[in-house]
């Protein structure tokens, strides 16, 4: 007879609302952890062990910008550093069970933000291939926005962009369930970038202005690489015009190894920009899709009398 009683005080306080009680095999009552929760309401998700390496990331991501203009091998050590705890903030989130959304949005956005600086850099080194350039920024830029919204507006609020439907793309499914594929598309696509940028350096293919002026030679001019050479403050208003720079940065590093680098991971590099194409293809046909769901719920288009 007290074990009926017991049943009924316990339904009559689940339906009052006591649903953080549990009830034991024998029909004990048991009250919520108050140091669980207390725990989980005092969590600082700022301060997660990822997220804490997420904003490690960005010092050193800034700290190669400074550097960048004429400091090569400085920049490219900061930024190969801040790339490869790309992979280290996952390891982390997992093994400390600090995954958040937070810290998904944080490292993508820094893989953005940073790859569009070098980028830029680029541009402004070789003003001929800044159209390439800039394509590659709005391309990587708009194929992650259009499958981040994609997937928060079709899949729900709660949906990883990372977790894909294999029905909807292999590729897509394969880039971003397999771990190692992900992890060295990413590298290397960031590798050939870099390559790039010390041939900026190193070139004189790339760059003409990177030629050495030839000794003994009658004559002078004002061009870059030319002999009897004037002193730079004579031939630019600032220090830090894009000429005065790349005038300074010439010589300093030998191309071999940057040309290797970037014909190794070219390959990599070109497979990721396809990728980003077919990620934002299908991100567009899933918001279409969406799109015609609504309309049709809304009973559109209308018949016009």
Known sequence: MNGVRTRNK???????GGSQHTISGNGKVHEPSEAHSETASTENIFLFYPNLIGYSRIVLAVASLYYM???????????????????????????????????????????????????????????????LF???????????????????T???SGQSHKKIDQSRSRLLYLYYNNKT??????????????????????????????????????GSSAQP??????????????????GALE??????????????IAGVSFPVMA????LNIVQLVKASRWLAEGDLETRKKQGLPRKRK
């Not at 316990?10 to 009052?16: D, F, G, K, P």
């Not at 992900?182 to 030629?211: G, H, Q």
């Not at 497979?271 to 396809?274: E, H, L, P, S, V």
Request: proline share 8%; hydrophobic share 50%; with cysteine.
């Open 10 to 16: 316990v339904a009559e306080s689940l339906s009052n």
């Open 69 to 131: 203009p004429l400091h090569p091998r400085t920049c490219s050590i900061l930024y190969s550093i801040s790339c490869l705890l790309d992979a280290l903030d996952g390891v982390a989130a997992r093994r400390f069970e600090q995954s958040t959304k937070f810290g998904a949005v944080l490292d993508m956005v820094t893989d953005r933000c940073t790859t569009a600086c070098l980028l830029v850099f680029l541009s402004s080194a070789w003003p001929r291939w800044a159209l």
């Open 134 to 152: 800039q394509g590659l920024i709005s391309l990587d830029l708009a194929s992650h926005y259009m499958h981040m919204f994609a997937t928060l």
């Open 154 to 156: 079709m899949a729900g």
């Open 181 to 218: 594929v992900l992890f060295l598309f990413c590298a290397f696509n960031e590798v050939f970038f870099i390559a790039l940028y010390l041939l900026s350096f190193s070139s004189p293919i790339l760059s003409p202005s990177l030629l050495q002026p030839l000794p003994n030679t009658p």
């Open 225 to 242: 690489g030319s002999p009897a050479h004037p002193a730079p403050s004579t031939l630019f208003a600032s220090p830090y015009s894009a």
């Open 247 to 260: 005038l300074a940065r010439a010589n300093k590093m030998d191309s071999t190894w940057p040309w290797i």
């Open 271 to 274: 497979g990721k920009q396809f």
